[in-house]
Structure formats: C-alpha cells, structure tokens
Nanobody, 129 residues
Framework: QVQLVESGGGLVQAGGSLRVSCAASGRTFSSVAMGWFRQAPGKEREFVAVISSNGGTTRYTDSVKGRFTISRDNAKNTVYLQMNSLKPEDTAVYYC??????????????????????WGQGTQVTVSS
C-alpha cells in the first residue's frame, strides 16, 4: 500500500533546470523500485528513469541520459528527478510510480509502465522554446 504525490512541475525555458519530487506514504517505500514516466499530449506514457529500492541502481531512457538524474531519500520517503538542459520535447505530465520488483527482475521490468503497481497524479512540466 503506497500513495504517491508529485510536485515541483512548472514552466521553464529551454536549457533551464527543474526538479520534480514525489512524496510517498506507506510502510513499504524502502522496498520498492521507483520510476518516473512522462506523457505528452497525444502520446503514450514513456519511461524516463528508475531507481532501485536501495538507490544502488539507476536506468534512464536514452533521450534524457546525461541531463536527468533520479535519486531517492528513503528516510524522507521521497524520490526526485533533477532535470537539466531541458528541451521543448521534454514537455509532458511527469508521473512517479512504484514497482514491487527487485533483483534480476528489476532489469526485465523497469521500463514497462504495466509493471508498476502504484502511480501518482502527475505534475506538468512545460519547456518553452
């Protein structure tokens, strides 16, 4: 049982930075992988980044590598996505999600939205050109 609430979205100029946060409630936060997905108007939900339950492993979609950084603070039940060098094509609603997979299963499941059990409501990120 995990509830997720995103915050920190907004309007930013191309080349700028933004950090979105996801606050989690529940007793099992430290045992789940946390991912960020995004969905632009008329597009399918897209995997962005994931971090393992203990923070030791991260993965990113190719389009954000070198620009975005995912992190988590299990003591605060919070996961973050630091977004730098933002581009207009990054404009989307950003969702955080929790998945109950770990170990070898992590590498098979992390990029698929349907593998995540809990989702936040999303926060809008708009990057102007």
């Amino acid at each position: 049982q995990v509830q997720l609430v995103e915050s920190g979205g907004g309007l930013v100029q191309a080349g700028g930075s933004l950090r979105v946060s996801c606050a989690a409630s529940g007793r099992t936060f430290s045992s789940v992988a946390m991912g960020w997905f995004r969905q632009a108007p008329g597009k399918e939900r897209e995997f962005v980044a994931v971090i393992s339950s203990n923070g030791g492993t991260t993965r990113y979609t190719d389009s954000v590598k070198g620009r975005f950084t995912i992190s988590r603070d299990n003591a605060k039940n919070t996961v973050y996505l630091q977004m730098n060098s933002l581009k207009p094509e990054d404009t989307a609603v950003y969702y955080c999600a929790a998945g109950g997979f770990q170990g070898l299963a992590f590498f098979r499941r992390y990029a698929a939205a349907h593998e995540y059990n809990y989702w936040g409501q999303g926060t809008q990120v708009t990057v102007s050109s």
